[in-house]
């Protein structure tokens, strides 16, 4: 019994294959569209992604039909997961029918691939920042779609993401230290940096400790003439930290650094 399930099996698939082949050599356009239609209803994305492509490519249809293709092609390379791809689609679908059916979908979708490509936060983050505009500029086409909530989110989320990879970037320049240069003076104009572009940050918290902290190391190695200044510039930090992030964590370890500036001021 199993046997003869196999058989049948085996034998459905390459008549399936058999199918798509004469399909692609033979199948008028009409043919071709309703098959590309029903492989992608089932989730066959890599056949309707195929036959979608080659309609198009050749021009076959024009009007609602061309409308339609373009976007089950975008939607086929979506169920594919191949997000760059997809992302392209839905652009060229919005360039052709800019009041098209599913233009406002297909704005989102945009985003939402570019979004799906960001990558680990160490990577280069061009999908993050193409994702952030993206996102903009459907909320400000649609202000009162029903995605606009998701798309504030998913802002936020990738801001996040953003501010933080500065957040590294910043406790790198740290860790450097003195190696070949002041890399505490870096630290600190990267991670000012970062909360004057992202000041409703999560990582608020770390990047402004991360100033303190990168000024009180640089006014312990600086030279004489410059040490009450820099350790002034720490006690100045100090109260900005202090007066915002009270409950912090970290409270005690700044506390510990003021009292360390006050004596280096006060001698």
């Known amino acids: 019994m199993k046997k003869l399930i196999s058989i049948i099996t085996i034998t459905s698939i390459l008549i399936s294959c058999s199918s798509y082949q004469k399909l692609l050599k033979n199948g008028t356009d009409d043919q071709r569209f309703e098959a590309a239609k029903s492989y992608f209803l089932g989730k066959k994305y890599d056949k309707s992604s195929t036959l979608f492509s080659d309609l198009i490519s050749a021009n076959a249809f024009s009007g609602k039909k061309m409308e339609e293709a373009m976007y089950l092609l975008a939607e086929s390379y979506m169920g594919m997961k191949d997000y760059y791809s997809a992302s392209s689609c839905y652009a060229d679908y919005i360039k052709s029918f800019p009041r098209g059916e ?157 009292i360390e500036a006050k004596k280096q001021t006060t001698n």
């Open 102 to 258: 599913f233009t406002r979908d297909s704005k989102y979708k945009t985003a939402y691939c570019y979004y799906l490509d960001s990558p680990d936060v160490r990577l280069d983050q061009t999908a993050t920042h193409q994702a952030i505009n993206a996102f903009t500029e459907y909320i400000q086409i649609y202000p009162d779609g029903d995605r606009v909530q998701d798309a504030y989110q998913y802002i936020e989320e990738l801001n996040n993401k953003l501010a933080y990879k500065g957040y590294l970037e910043s406790k790198l320049y740290y860790n450097l230290g003195l190696y070949l240069g002041n890399n505490y003076r870096s630290a600190i104009i990267s991670a000012e940096n970062i909360l004057k572009q992202y000041p409703e940050t999560k990582y608020r918290e770390e990047l402004s400790f991360m100033i303190l902290k990168s000024k009180y190391a640089e006014a312990k190695h600086s030279v004489s003439d410059l040490y009450k200044e820099r350790f002034s510039e720490v006690i100045d930090e100090y109260y900005k930290y202090s007066s915002e992030f009270q409950n912090s964590k970290n409270i005690k370890e700044a506390e510990k650094m003021f």
